[in-house]
């Protein structure tokens, strides 16, 4: 395509489905190592959905009355008009932002709404969506500010995507990228193989086109880590400078949460209260929200195969450890584990990831035994598997006067047979 205008610019980078949309569609032929597969499916889907970006807060133990300012993503009603949305979600962010999961190929859309912060409105910050780790983005579409546009508040942004490449990956705001991420604006993203749906080795649904189901999985959880350090939440709250290479976080958590907040389930309005973590809200009179949406807890039957969908946007690296149940890494930032006919997929007991680093890692649900470690909760008897930082250090809510483990940890329960949980149809469903 000759490129003589904005138009046609845009066409070219997938803005317009006109300019790029290829007709028809053969069902995906394995090219090369990797297991990329290049043809979209004949039922290629459009999907669309609509995020704000606002400010907010949420609750760590140890900072009782006073909680965190964040920035965030909250998923909402693409029917809404800015006013409504400004009306009903600004200053009312959450954290982690929703776990996005998608065909490969499909066509996705989504639009960034800015509503502007409520504790900051002297900080007309833009914000924007960026897909971290894929290797084919439009640069229109990818998020960095410098090369691409941002979102200034009070205006929406329909971003496109078309993800070529299955795994998992994550996502995060690019504006003032140190600042917003540990603000808290990053989510998981993970794009599911061609090949799913097809019955290879026993599974229906995996990791990767593995082509012979040794990425195959039951049950798949998203995890990701993060560290949350005081003087960035408070400075951007009072309007202090933060100084990165200070950088000394206090708390230690997965998809937003510390121990024991990880093991609630996935928040929901039907949920009684002690399962649900609430905010007291400084900006609405200490109105209550509920700021952290995601849950951290691994359920699942004896046998079952789980796939943990794992990434880091914390600034430390970090290991995590599953006593009792080996761990089998099957990817590593988004790419399967093989190289031509060599496998390089590994078994640990203690998993290694970086900054911006995403790992699937494969376990085995071993059988229930009611000799071993095991509790109730309202689902039925579990026993009890802890997935947990190795650094003693990460294990605690600073300041807390709660006894007992917090930070980065949560339980994998292996429910008693005398209630199985019912096939899984959401990464990452949780069971009351
Ligand atoms: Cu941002």
Redesign the pocket.
């Known amino acids: 395509m000759k490129i003589s205008t904005r138009r046609d610019f845009l066409r070219a980078v997938g803005w317009s489905a006109a300019g790029t949309v290829a007709a028809g569609g053969l069902v995906g032929t394995a090219v090369g190592g990797n297991g990329l597969l290049v043809a979209r499916r004949a039922e290629a889907a459009t999907t669309s959905l609509s995020l704000v ?1 606002t400010d907010g807060y949420l609750s760590v133990p140890g900072r009782e009355g006073n909680p965190l300012y964040i ?1 965030g993503f909250v998923p909402v009603d693409p029917a809404l008009s800015i006013n409504e949305l400004i009306s009903t979600y600004k200053g009312h962010t959450k954290h982690t932002a929703p776990t996005l999961g998608f065909l490969q190929n499909d066509d996705i859309k989504i639009t960034l709404t800015n509503l502007g912060l409520v504790q900051r409105p002297d900080l007309t ?4 969506i960026h897909w971290h780790g894929f290797d084919l983005p439009s640069p229109l579409n990818d998020g960095v500010p410098e090369v691409s546009v941002a979102v200034p508040i009070g205006k929406q942004v329909t971003y496109f995507y078309r993800p070529h490449r299955e795994g998992t990956y994550m996502y995060h ?1 690019h ?2 990228d140190v600042e ?1 991420v540990q603000l808290g ?1 990053t989510g998981i993203v993970f794009v599911r193989p061609l090949q799913d749906g097809t019955s290879i080795g026993g599974f229906t649904r995996f990791a990767y086109n593995d082509g012979d189901g040794s990425t195959g999985y039951h049950r798949h959880f998203a995890i990701l880590l993060n560290e949350l350090w005081t003087n960035f939440h408070d400075g951007d709250r009072d309007i202090q400078e933060s100084i990165a290479t200070d950088y000394d976080p206090q708390w230690f958590t997965i998809n937003g949460r510390v121990y024991p907040q990880t093991v609630l389930p996935n928040d929901s309005a039907s949920l009684p209260a002690e399962l649900r973590i609430p905010t007291p809200n400084p900006n609405y009179d200490d109105a209550v929200d509920y700021s952290q949406p995601n849950s951290a807890l691994v359920q699942v039957n004896p046998g079952d195969r789980v796939l943990l969908r794992m990434a880091n946007l914390g600034y430390q690296q970090h290991s995590m450890q599953l006593p009792g149940i080996p761990m089998h890494v099957v990817g590593q930032d988004a790419s399967l584990l093989r190289n031509g006919a060599v496998d390089t997929s590994y078994w640990t007991n203690t998993l290694y990831i970086g900054p911006g680093e995403a790992r699937d890692v494969l376990f085995d649900a071993p059988t229930y035994d009611a000799a071993r470690p095991s509790d109730s909760d309202s689902w039925g008897a579990y026993n009890v598997y802890y997935f947990k930082n190795r650094d003693w250090r990460k294990l605690s809510n600073f300041n807390s006067a709660a006894p007992g483990p917090g930070g980065m940890m949560t339980e994998v329960r292996v429910y008693s047979p005398a209630r199985p949980l019912p096939t899984q149809t959401a990464v990452s469903q949780t069971y009351v």
């Open positions: 970006a920035f910050d833009a914000h924007t705001c504006f003032e917003h604006m």
